[in-house]
């Protein structure tokens, strides 16, 4: 475990959309290095750049024309060995973005693979032994290319499935995942990841970890073996590099060999109930709004297990947001964020803060797609850093001209505007992430353990390490008897190191007053 992970707080770049510094409208390496003191202000010490690889851009990215060349619209190789360079300078770690388990329709090894003669390519991919023999359960494409055969697609037309073999077979065409086809395909992979490594860069977040080997069974086995086998080259040759998934799944993800997996918003697990619930009847049921009335139970009863059964092995990542999903302003007002932030920056584990979240960008209704974005195109809008500037400082170009339009509201938050409010969503994201670095008990590896929860009941109280933290995003004060609550810290005096709101302890309750968030000792 590389140990650099017990404090990291990343920060997700979206590279399109961050700093254009050549004025063509789209971010670009340049302006990511130039930002990097800003990245460091907020207290992040790690980063997490979206695909910056050669690309048609069908899916933003993540259909991968050359993995080993950066797209000429973000710069070159050597602009992204300088990144890692000055990021290292300042203390900042960066992962790339890893997509193994699909490339392009333009790669070179698809292109290959859809040729009549057989080659060293033809099976890099998954296809079926006719034009006319389709693929059941998996979308597949047929009749396009010279070859007889149908190709299973991973996500987007755009984007062949790579052949990492199949679990279940059924078919004469698929392959056993230790095919030395499918062990090609790892290898290759591998390979990818060397070289960027070798280059300088400290591991990878990986998209659609669990897609690789099809027809797995529950537990995804056959695709954690091929985990297992990348582990353990970062364990023997890159032992400080990381690899975070895309899973959402930490009981599994992180036994395979990931150090840390994404909490992502799927509907009605922890991180769903908590933040983004509002699909449920009878309004928004998240937690953290204000008038929802929730409990923290559903919650807990997702992420408790899911905490427990994988802590020994890695860590659980929550977001504030990503590119695939909505901002959280959509739903929620600042009063509202400033309470979930506080929670969600101090739990255990590696957390991750998408660009914009910490100055409250909003959600961009009504824009339009671009790159295969569709609804996720609205929170890929570009930075806001200074109100004053042209296209708020994130680029020279004509407005027509911009990758996405920038936020054109009134109220338009800035950085420059955020900076000169003391009491700004971004002061307050940068004083819990600066407390998170002096208190190991609010770091990857504190123990969690809940002391307060109850069925409709608002607030939640739990232990992390030596510390007590009481959470109460509704607008009532609530008060927790001591007599109520279970392990308590013995070392506990009550003395608060953190607050939101008004919060204190009596002779015989906690209390938490309304929207008020707490840290004791
Ligand atoms: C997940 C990525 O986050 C998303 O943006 C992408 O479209 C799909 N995987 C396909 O690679
Ligand atoms: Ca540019």
Redesign the pocket.
């Known amino acids: 475990m590389p140990a650099w992970l017990k404090d990291a707080v990343f920060y997700e770049i979206y590279p399109q959309s961050f700093c254009d510094t050549n004025g063509d409208g789209i971010g670009d390496i340049e302006g990511i290095i130039t930002k990097l003191d800003y990245v460091k202000s907020l207290g992040c010490n790690a980063l997490w750049i979206?695909p910056i690889y050669d690309s048609p851009f069908k899916?933003?990215g993540?259909?991968v024309r050359d993995y080993k060349k950066v797209a000429p619209r973000y710069g070159t190789n050597d602009d992204a060995k300088r990144l890692f360079e000055e990021a290292h300078k300042k203390g900042i770690k960066v992962l790339l973005?890893l997509?193994p388990?699909?490339t392009s329709e333009e790669h070179e090894w698809f292109k290959k693979s859809c040729e009549i003669d057989h080659n060293e390519f033809s099976d890099r991919y998954i296809w079926t032994n006719g034009a006319f023999c389709g693929i059941a359960n998996h979308p597949y494409v047929g009749g396009e290319a010279e070859r007889d055969g149908c190709y299973m697609l991973?996500?987007?037309k755009c984007?062949p499935a790579l052949n990492y073999g199949v679990l279940n077979r059924t078919e004469p065409w698929q392959m056993a995942p230790d095919h030395p086809d499918c062990i090609a395909t790892r290898e290759a992979m591998k390979d990818i990841m060397r070289f960027w490594l070798d280059m300088g860069c400290d591991g990878f977040r990986v998209?659609?970890a669990d897609s690789l080997v099809k027809e797995d069974d529950d537990v995804k086995s056959a695709t954690g073996k091929v985990w297992e086998n990348v582990r353990e080259m970062f364990d023997r040759d890159y032992p400080e590099a990381a690899l975070v998934s895309?899973w959402s799944n930490p009981e599994c993800a992180l036994k395979y060999g990931f150090h840390a997996d994404f909490y992502l918003d799927h509907h009605g697990n922890g991180y769903n109930v908590l933040f983004r619930d509002g699909e449920t009847e009878g309004g928004d049921h998240s937690y953290f709004k204000k008038d929802s009335n929730e409990s923290p139970i559903r919650f807990l009863a997702d992420y408790r297990h899911k905490y427990e059964n994988s802590k020994k092995y890695g860590y659980i990542s929550f977001i504030s947001c990503?590119?695939?999903t909505p901002r959280l302003t959509k739903t929620m007002d600042e009063s509202e964020l400033k309470i979930g932030y506080a929670f969600l920056y101090t739990m255990p584990g590696v957390p991750f803060l998408y660009y914009g979240d910490e100055i409250g960008m909003k959600y961009l209704e009504n824009v339009r797609t671009k790159e295969?974005g569709f609804q996720?195109t609205g929170s890929r809008s570009p930075m806001q850093w200074d109100d004053s500037g042209k296209n708020f400082g994130f680029s020279e170009a004509p407005a027509d001209k911009l990758y996405i339009p920038v936020d054109a509201s009134a109220d338009a938050p800035s950085v420059t505007k955020a900076e000169s409010d003391p009491d700004s969503l971004l002061h307050m994201v940068k004083s819990i992430i600066a407390l998170r670095h002096e208190h190991e008990d609010l770091q990857a590896d504190a123990d969690f353990e809940v002391i307060y929860a109850k069925e409709n009941e608002r607030i939640l109280i739990y232990r992390s390490g030596n510390l007590g933290v009481g959470v109460n995003p509704g607008l009532e004060e609530v008060k927790a008897n001591k007599k109520d609550c279970t392990g308590i810290p013995a070392s506990f005096s009550g003395d608060l190191i953190y607050k939101i709101g008004e919060a204190g302890v009596t002779e015989d309750a906690i209390v938490l007053g309304k929207q008020s968030f707490a840290i004791l000792k």
Do not use: K, L, P, T
């Open positions: 979206n899916d933003a993540y259909d973005d997509v388990g699909h991973n996500f987007f984007q998209d659609m895309e990503n590119h695939d295969g996720r």
